[in-house]
């Protein structure tokens, strides 16, 4: 079962608040020139089914909410991949009044594959990495830490002075359950 | 007694995070409410935030299927601002860019549309053929989807022989693969039955609701902007592909000849390329509006521009085709069976990241 899983994780892919460019590299994956069936890598529509997310695009306002659900949705042990800067941390639309940042705030990221948008090679790679995290979380049958509720907020305005920025609290507050 | 069942913001047919309301009176659709906002990242008020030469880079990020295109209408629109002439041979290497991703989105979509009535095979199929085009472009710019070779005032990258010949071959492959696939996507039984006579737009409707692109031509409607001539489309004379049945087989027809116009373009392209300068050096900053529009893979796009004579625009506006073309869809969807929503929404083509920014 352990062995199995690890050898054919399957995939949902979440998209958040991306541009489009990571998401059609990461369908070019699925297609024959990539393909990443060869690594037993399915391609999946419901995250009930999913042992790897795969999250491309920063979250904003809107959908923090659907990717938490979908996380929660996902069986345990899980782990959530991370394509683009996008999703690290808020890439290029860091700056947009909505956006809450990387997918970090919302869900626990395993794996980032850094790149605007990546290649699908090192898409694939990061899938392959995941899967191994996967196996390592079965193994040592590790939970995954309770999942917490989250509250978010708008991001505080900017403070002027980059001292009182870094002590300012982050935009997303975490409350325990 | 009606029923509401929510498609989306995740479903496996979609690629994209859009929610549609559906309201069923058994399998049929009555009505169709949808609610957007799942990618919306306030694109337009970060374009102030940023410097105009920046936000070149910036735009291009509105869609990664069409980048090439939106970065070449913002540019073409600070141009008109600036009043900066682009020299003719940038003129030239923009279409040819554009043109590839008018191929590169119209094989994606015909993919999607195999995938969304369960042809898993015809969807490896194009988005194999997909990848020569990807390769035609990461040779001639080095990168895949986001080209980032057009700049203000022309373009930053040359095409030489060896690229030039790297690309004629792959567009020679292309048409073979995609002449027998298209083949099948026009003749096969079975995908006929699941795209003739289904979501139906009639000319006029297609007319009062403004639709664009191949939705329009489609239903009939001559329209395509690269007529107008913008860029170098003057000299290389354009036919539009026109269907009149405004189904979702004559959206798809539309894209399967498409495919085959824009090789047939970029090889005349090739062929009158001119020898001149790649770009011209410009001073000073934007001031006063403009408007431009220009032909997308998924229909017209409408950039405005007000700029204050500071290195920041003071005002960016995009009106995306995808925008343009959701209310023909809503029209489209109405009275169908819900297995066919799926199938009609990919026929139309829709960029949900576009029209939410
Ligand atoms: S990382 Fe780049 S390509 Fe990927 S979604 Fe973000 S902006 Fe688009």
């Known amino acids: ?177 | 007694m009606s029923t509401i069942v929510p498609f989306g913001p995740q479903h496996p047919v979609l690629p994209e995070p859009i929610q549609l309301c559906l309201e069923l009176e058994d399998e049929r659709v009555v009505s169709v409410i949808p609610v957007v906002g799942y990618v919306h990242r306030g694109l337009e008020k970060i374009a102030e935030k940023k410097d105009f030469i920046q936000d070149t880079y910036l735009i291009e990020r509105i869609c990664g299927i069409c980048s090439f295109m939106h970065s070449m209408s913002y540019c073409m629109g600070i141009e008109e601002l600036m009043s900066i002439p682009v020299p003719p041979r940038a003129l030239y290497l923009r279409v040819i860019w554009a043109e590839l991703h008018r191929i590169h989105s119209h094989l994606l979509a015909l993919g999607l549309l195999a995938d969304a009535f369960g042809f898993e095979n015809l969807f490896m199929q194009y988005w194999k053929s997909r990848e020569r085009i990807m390769d035609a472009m990461e040779c001639t710019t080095g990168g895949r989807v986001m080209l980032s070779s057009c700049c203000i005032g022309g373009v930053r990258r040359d095409i030489d022989e060896n690229q030039k010949k790297f690309v004629l071959d792959q567009l020679k492959e292309v048409e073979k693969e995609v002449t027998s696939l298209n083949r099948t996507m026009m003749e096969d039984y079975s995908v006929k039955q699941r795209t003739v006579g289904i979501g139906v737009l009639s000319k006029e409707a297609a007319y009062a609701q403004g639709a664009v692109g191949p939705t329009a031509r489609g239903s009939g409607l001559v329209m395509d902007h690269r007529m107008s001539g913008y860029a170098a489309y003057r000299e290389l004379a354009i036919e539009p592909v026109v269907e009149t049945a405004g189904d979702c087989y004559a959206r798809t027809m539309v894209r399967c000849r498409e495919v085959m116009q824009s090789i047939d373009l970029i090889r005349r392209a090739f062929a009158q390329l001119p020898d001149s300068e790649l770009k011209t050096p410009f001073k000073g900053n934007p001031s006063g509006e403009a408007v431009i529009r220009c032909e997308q893979p998924r229909g017209e796009v409408l950039y405005y521009f007000r700029g204050n004579g500071t290195d920041k625009l003071e005002r960016l506006r995009v009106r995306t085709p995808t925008f343009a073309n959701i209310p023909a869809m809503l029209t489209m969807v109405q009275n169908c069976q819900l297995p066919d929503v799926g199938v009609i929404i990919i026929s139309v083509d829709p960029c949900v990241s576009c029209t939410e920014r």
């Open chain 1, 1 to 177: 079962m352990t062995k199995a899983t690890a050898k054919a994780p399957w995939v949902v892919h979440v998209n958040c608040n991306s541009c489009n460019g990571c998401d059609i590299e990461f369908l070019a994956c699925l297609t024959p020139m990539y393909d990443a069936e060869r690594f037993g890598v399915l391609h999946i529509g419901t995250p009930k089914h999913a042992d790897i997310m795969v999250v491309t695009g920063s979250v904003n306002n809107r959908n923090a909410r659907v990717l938490r659900n979908l996380y929660e949705q996902m069986p345990s042990p899980k782990v959530v991949v991370a394509m683009g800067v996008c999703p690290a941390t808020g890439g290029i639309f860091a700056d947009g009044y909505n956006v809450i940042g990387g997918a970090e705030k919302v869900v626990p990221v395993d794996v980032f594959v850094p790149g605007c948008p990546p290649r699908p090679e090192a898409m694939l790679d990061g899938i392959l990495e995941g899967a191994k995290i996967l196996a390592g979380k079965r193994q040592n049958s590790v939970t995954v830490k309770p999942v917490r509720r989250i509250k978010i907020v708008r991001p505080a305005a900017p403070a002027a002075d980059p001292a009182a920025a870094a002590a300012a609290p982050a935009p997303v507050k975490e409350e325990a359950k």
